[in-house]
């Protein structure tokens, strides 16, 4: 066993072996931490992440070997970290850390919580839950050559939702269905597919033509007949895409020439659309098996990162169509699949159905590597990367186990060293954001909504549980009978799911008292009743600008990042002066 014994004062080597400490996340971040942690000296840890062992993680997740592929993160790269330090005691969890199991009291039995996690949401989570627990919180996350350290702590810091966060890049519905221009629009819309195919239906991820494309001025009752469809299926009618490719028993050569045949010449009969644009090549199935070579391939070096032709990609949307169909079978009537960038037959379905729309609409078309990164919003991860920040946890946390909280600093680590040629780059840590709407001492936001159309349910999913990251909000109507809205206990509300919140006497000024008894937070929300939203817009958070997301010092670009992941890649701190 190789320990820093002797580097540490003996008060601080003690306090390492004898503290609790949670690691959440065991991927790239995590693996680095977790031995970094043993190898200092740190004993006692607890490592909780939901995910298993995909092969792609072999590069970097250095504790993983294809043995153990498949198997749970937390717990194999407990067993690997053993055998550096095998008298440490780690517990290991093969769960979310938003489980209802991980409450308050479970965080309070640490001394320190360290996130090495890679989505937004379970950041809000771990954000709150040690806020309530009053314990410090190391956030952390890497994007490519870039990388993030900061330290929460209640009253003192910045917590990690003071600062607004970018949001997700979207595109017009009309963009991905009719007029696609860029590679990642196709992709997007091959992720769709997969959806209305084989997973949940969403209105908002509609696929086939959009006859309300507001660049329109033909009409429809007379362009429609002169839409073409195939002999086989006829079928462009405006009905569920789930629904017709049952009827057709997820037949891969019907689905082909509807999507792509079928679908592009209804969309060629909106004239108005190609007098700027170059008009889309509809495919036939028969015709490329004739005149096309399965084995057409450009590029070279590994299978991944090669470019198959039409003809190939035709056979591979066969294939994963075929794939997907007996998975779906398997798991009985009802059931739906959920597209996962590390699952095969997901991602070849994804690969096969955007590059053939790349090809119809004039794009080079792209390798599956590359549609990987980009379906999967990932940027490439470096493992030296994830060591260096890994490194810097470690030491802000042996700041915080010595009592000096205050000389904790975010740190950014550059891709270009900076003016003053330094390539990590220390900040000051800023106080808590009086505006907060999670740490400050009473959280309040005002929120501008259509009473009259927004319904219960939208309010609990989209604005209460997406918007602002409760798990289980119970809410309240200050109407001076203490109505209940909303139940976190199953049953107790869901009459009022599908009622507007005007049926409850909510109007402009109403108050509501929300409370998420798991993440101990409170917050008030004041109604403002709008009639005049954008198209399209449920509601607006009054002051929210995510766009608008301050950077950090010195950057030459965007450090704002997460590991593996740039949306969820957001600034915990705001703007600050470098510290020497």
């Known amino acids: 066993m190789v320990q ?78 053993l055998q550096f330090c095998p008298t440490a005691n780690i517990t290991a969890y093969h769960d979310s850390i ?85 590679p990642i629009h196709c992709i997007v819309w091959a992720k769709y597919l997969f959806n209305q195919l084989f997973g949940e239906e969403d209105a908002d991820q509609e696929v086939s033509p959009d006859t309300a494309d507001p660049e329109l001025s033909w ?24 629904d017709w490719a049952r009827s057709t028993g997820y037949d891969a050569v019907k689905l082909f020439n509807k999507l792509f045949k079928d679908d592009i010449q209804y969309l060629l009969t909106m004239d108005k659309l190609w007098k700027k644009r170059k008009a889309p090549l509809p495919l036939d199935w028969l015709e490329i098996q004739k005149l096309a070579c399965p084995q057409e391939v450009t590029g070279t070096g590994l299978k991944d990162q090669q470019v198959l032709g039409v003809a190939g990609y035709s056979q591979l949307f066969s294939r994963s169509v075929e794939t997907l169909r007996s998975m779906l079978a398997d798991k009985g009537d009802g ?14 379905f994804v690969t096969a159905a955007a590059n053939l729309r790349m090809h119809i609409f004039s794009m080079n078309m792209k390798s599956r590597f590359d549609i990987k990164s980009m379906a999967g919003n990932i940027i490439p991860a470096i493992a030296t990367t994830n060591a260096v920040i890994a490194g810097l946890i470690v030491l802000e946390a042996l700041k915080i186990l010595s009592g000096d909280v205050e000389q904790c600093r975010t740190i950014f680590l550059n891709k270009q060293p900076n003016p003053r040629k330094k390539l990590l780059v220390p900040c000051a840590l800023d106080p808590p954001s009086a505006n907060c709407y999670v740490c400050a001492s009473k959280p309040e936001v005002t929120v501008k909504l259509n009473v009259h159309k927004t319904l219960v349910l939208a309010l609990q999913d989209k604005i209460l549980k997406e918007k602002f990251g409760m798990v289980a909000p119970d809410v309240q109507i200050e109407d001076g009978k203490g109505t209940i809205l909303i139940s976190s206990e199953e049953g107790e509300t869901e009459a009022n799911n599908s009622k507007f919140l005007s049926d409850f006497g909510i109007r402009h000024g109403s108050r509501l008292q929300v409370d998420d008894f798991l993440q101990d937070y409170t917050l008030l929300v004041n109604v403002i009743h709008c009639e005049d939203l954008e198209k399209d817009v449920e509601f607006e958070v009054v002051g929210d600008a995510p766009d608008k997301a301050p950077t950090p010092p010195s950057a030459q670009e965007d450090k704002n990042v997460a590991n593996g992941n740039k949306d969820s890649a957001e600034p915990s701190t705001s703007s600050k002066g470098e510290q020497n």
Not at 225 to 238: F, L, P, V
Not at 335 to 348: I, R, T
Request: charged share 25%; glycine share 6%.
């Open 4 to 81: 820093l014994v002797g580097s540490l004062r003996k008060e601080l080597a003690d306090s390492l072996s004898a503290c609790r400490v949670l690691v959440v996340g065991a991927g790239g971040i995590g693996c680095e931490l977790l031995k970094n942690l043993v190898l200092t000296g740190f004993k006692n840890i607890e490592v909780i992440d939901l995910d298993t062992i995909d092969v792609s993680n072999l590069n970097r997740q250095f504790l993983f070997q294809k043995k153990h592929v498949g198997k749970s993160k937390a717990q194999v790269a407990k067993e690997s970290v």
């Open 219 to 242: 009409n429809p009752a007379d362009t429609e007949a002169r839409a073409t469809a195939s002999d086989q299926d006829g079928d462009i009618k405006r009905v569920s895409t789930k």
């Open 98 to 182: 938003m489980n209802p199991d991980y409450n308050v009291e479970f965080f309070r039995n640490f001394m320190l919580v360290m996130n090495a996690l890679d989505n937004r949401a379970a950041r809000n989570h771990v954000n709150r839950m040690c806020l309530a627990a009053d314990i410090p919180l190391i956030e952390s996350g890497t994007a490519g050559y870039l990388g993030q350290v900061t330290v929460i702590k209640k009253g003192l810091t910045e917590c990690y939702e003071c600062q607004p966060k970018p949001t997700q890049k979207t595109f017009p519905g009309c963009t991905i269905r009719n007029t696609p221009s860029e």
């Open 335 to 348: 059931a739906e699949l959920v597209w996962d960038k590390d699952d095969p037959p997901a991602m070849d």
